[in-house]
């Protein structure tokens, strides 16, 4: 049994992820199915389709210079801080997504105001992993922060999964011009219960050990983004290539999405028949992660994220070629495969791994920097992927998962050149000399964290 502390850190954890990552996916959805129609000039498709996933990867530009300002606030004001922070920019941006005007009302100021409001999201989204993940771990105890950290991505996956659900009744059951008109609104206003409900949650939870010591010790950095680059900048490196891993969300719910559903590419998927392919695929992946979390507590970090990542990319070709000959139940069981089961062997594991790389002083700035950095390259993707495989071209599923391929071999190669830290104390990481705890008295003590008899360490 875990502390009453680790599990309400654990709880807070997941729920502000799920809220805050259904405004953000929510964004997603909308930017594939819906947005090349209501905010971008009508008579090209391709341009529109091209623009409006351009203004869903305007979002991830937007996260490197959030985890700059919200890295800073987590290191020197702390977790919980920057938490509550992040959770009120993201509900206000996404509320007024909701309410902005059409192309047809403003013109060219319906993009624009879209795109400013996608950068506020970007912003505020880039403190929500590094300092959740960062408050699981502090909390957890030795030998349990594989599988406690795990329900930071458990989380951000339910979240996916409310805003892809959330569309379905919409789509499903509106007739098609009143959707277009003014039904798709309805989940970014409902937005306002993550202001509400974020705020009850996290606003319980204490401050993590780890941070407190910190503080008592006044060993509190005045520039903590400048010392991870200093300390740890080869770690940041490897975090930033990690994140590329990125790519196959973007594969699977993006580009998969404007593929099977754009009317220029011709493949006719009905809208509300896709939107379950998210919606299966994150229900599978809630279930495996903290498998795979607690898998990593086991056999390290490295492997599963490794072999996920190799995997992942492998399964792309399947699962776009599923795509490409119109098959639904293909394509969904792919989805499930490369989505659901075998990328949790990433996504599961480096809410543990990342912020095991860095001390407790610059944790969150290393972390959030480093990863926000390769997941903003990876967000662009779905432009590329359009811009080199547009509507009408030959060999689609080949040249867009042979670019997904490469980059998961990228990251599995970055994964496995960084040093294990299962078995390092929560004090020695991030010191270029830990010295991991002998495999005998490692298992001892993950045996008394299970049992409840130990504490973070």
């Known amino acids: 049994m875990a502390s009453a502390q680790t599990k309400k850190a654990a709880a807070s954890g997941w729920i502000g992820s799920a809220l805050e990552y259904y405004d953000f996916f929510i964004y997603a959805t909308a930017a594939s199915l819906i947005f090349p129609q209501i905010f971008f000039p009508p008579?090209?498709?391709?341009?529109?389709?091209?623009?409006?996933?351009?203004?869903?990867?305007?979002?991830?530009?937007?996260?490197?210079?959030?985890?700059?300002?919200?890295?800073?606030?987590?290191?020197?004001?702390?977790?919980?801080k920057v938490l509550l922070t992040c959770m009120f920019l993201m509900g206000f941006s996404t509320i007024g997504v909701g309410l902005l005007p059409t192309y047809d009302s403003v013109g060219l100021m319906a993009p624009l105001l879209l795109v400013i409001l996608r950068l506020v999201q970007g912003f505020a989204v880039a403190g929500e992993i590094s300092g959740a993940s960062s408050m699981i771990l502090e909390h957890a105890p030795f030998g349990r922060r594989g599988f406690f950290a795990s329900f930071t991505l458990q989380g951000v996956q339910a979240g996916q999964i409310l805003a892809a659900a959330v569309f379905l009744p919409l789509a499903h059951f509106m007739e098609k011009d009143a959707f277009m008109a003014w039904g798709w609104r309805i989940p970014f206003i409902l937005s306002f219960v993550v202001i509400i409900a974020g705020w009850i949650i996290r606003r319980e939870v204490e401050e993590t050990p780890a941070f407190t010591d910190e503080s008592s010790q006044q060993a509190v950095p005045r520039a903590p983004v400048v010392q991870a680059f200093r300390e740890n900048w080869r770690d940041m490196v490897r975090v930033a290539l990690c994140s590329l891993m990125n790519v196959i969300p973007v594969v699977a719910t993006i580009f998969g999405a404007a593929y099977a559903v754009q009317p220029g590419y011709g493949i006719g998927f009905e809208k509300d028949v896709y939107l379950w392919i998210p919606v299966v695929g994150n229900v599978v992946a809630v279930l495996v992660i903290p498998y795979v979390g607690n898998l990593s507590d086991r056999i390290g970090r490295r492997l599963p994220m490794a072999v996920g990542s190799v995997l992942a990319g492998l399964l792309s070709f399947g699962y776009l070629y599923a795509i490409s000959i119109h098959n639904v139940p293909l394509a969904f069981a792919l989805s499930l495969l490369m989505w659901g089961v075998v990328y949790q062997g990433y996504n599961?594991?480096?809410?543990?791994?990342?912020?095991?790389?860095?001390?407790?002083?610059?944790?969150?700035?290393?972390?959030?920097?480093?990863?926000?950095?390769?997941?903003?390259?990876?967000?662009?993707?779905?432009?590329?992927?359009?811009?080199?495989?547009?509507p009408g071209a030959q060999n689609i599923p080949l040249i867009v998962g042979s670019i997904t391929l490469a980059i998961t071999i990228v990251a599995a190669i970055s994964a496995w050149s960084a040093r294990e830290t299962y078995r390092v104390r929560m004090a020695d990481l991030g010191k270029k000399d830990a010295r991991p705890v002998e495999k005998g008295d490692y298992e001892r003590l993950r045996e008394q964290a299970i049992a409840g008899t130990a504490v973070a360490a």
Do not use: C, W
């Not at 967000?379 to 080199?388: K, R, S």
């Open 43 to 80: 008579g090209n498709p391709r341009t529109a389709i091209i623009a409006s996933l351009a203004t869903y990867g305007v979002g991830y530009v937007a996260r490197p210079i959030g985890a700059f300002v919200l890295g800073h606030l987590g290191d020197t004001h702390g977790r919980k």
């Open 348 to 390: 599961a594991v480096f809410p543990s791994f990342y912020p095991e790389m860095f001390p407790t002083r610059t944790r969150v700035s290393g972390m959030a920097i480093s990863q926000n950095i390769g997941t903003a390259i990876s967000a662009l993707l779905p432009a590329l992927f359009v811009a080199v495989a547009p």
